[in-house]
T-cell receptor, first 111, second 116 residues
Framework: GENVEQHPSTLSVQEGDSAVIKCTYS??????FPWYKQELGKGPQLIID?????GEKKDQRIAVTLNKTAKHFSLHITETQPEDSAVYFC??????????FGSGTQLTVLP | ETGVTQTPRHLVMGMTNKKSLKCEQH?????MYWYKQSAKKPLELMFV???????ENNSVPSRFSPECPNSSHLFLHLHTLQPEDSALYLC???????????????FGEGSRLTVL
């Protein structure tokens, strides 16, 4: 089945700096790559997604890049703010037909 | 608010108890899901219901029994659980279950289960 690895598991950045989280996947048939944000005491919420026919997608301060050849995709958050502190999960849909999630990254934005 | 409501938010039960988790979605979606979230581990898909029919059972032990009476409600019946079943159980919904599933999932806030 699909194997999704997410790094780093924890990340601390100064407010205003950029944060990058990377995921690798194993199934070359994978074609959908969302990112979810989970705040304390809440369920995960979709923040951005990308499909296999594009290499990059941006939405204000967040962006996702996809390298299908290398089978990895990354979340980029610029000008980080304290409210960006949360756990971020990558996920992949491929041959398994349902989403396979990464193990999460705890992002802390230090004031 | 995500439009997906889970009750109870916290549950403590002994290994011989029977309890149920409830999920209700107000989004008009046709697919509902149960996920298990344990610390430092990926979200584990347990069950998928699409138009009230179970379309995925991810090798979940029979001590977990799902029920989907209609597209808006989903239950997870719990019986003779083990301490390792302690986790956050998340319910989610989506427009449809998709095959493959490339739609947005809307999660509830979860039910924190502790098995003593």
């Amino acid at each position: 089945g699909e194997n999704v690895e997410q790094h780093p598991s924890t990340l601390s950045v100064q407010e205003g700096d950029s944060a990058v989280i990377k995921c690798t996947y194993s199934d070359s048939a994978s074609n959908y790559f969302p990112w979810y944000k989970q705040e304390l005491g809440k369920g995960p919420q979709l923040i951005i997604d990308i499909r296999s026919n594009v290499g990059e997608k941006k939405d204000q301060r967040i962006a996702v890049t996809l390298n299908k050849t290398a089978k990895h995709f990354s979340l980029h958050i610029t000008e980080t703010q304290p409210e960006d502190s949360a756990v971020y999960f990558c996920a992949v849909t491929g041959s398994a037909r349902q989403l396979t999630f990464g193990s999460g990254t705890q992002l802390t934005v230090l004031p | 608010e995500t439009g997906v409501t889970q009750t109870p938010r916290h549950l403590v039960m002994g290994m011989t108890n029977k309890k149920s988790l409830k999920c209700e979605q107000h989004l008009g979606h046709n697919a509902m899901y149960w996920y298990k979230q344990s610390a430092k581990k990926p979200l584990e898909l347990m069950f998928v219901y699409n138009f009230k029919e179970q379309t995925e059972n991810n090798s979940v032990p029979s001590r977990f029994s799902p029920e989907c009476p209609n597209s808006s409600h989903l239950f997870l019946h719990l019986h003779t659980l083990q301490p390792e079943d302690s986790a956050l159980y998340l319910c989610a919904s989506s427009q449809d279950g998709g095959d493959p599933n490339t739609g947005e999932l809307f999660f509830g806030e979860g039910s924190r289960l502790t098995v003593l």
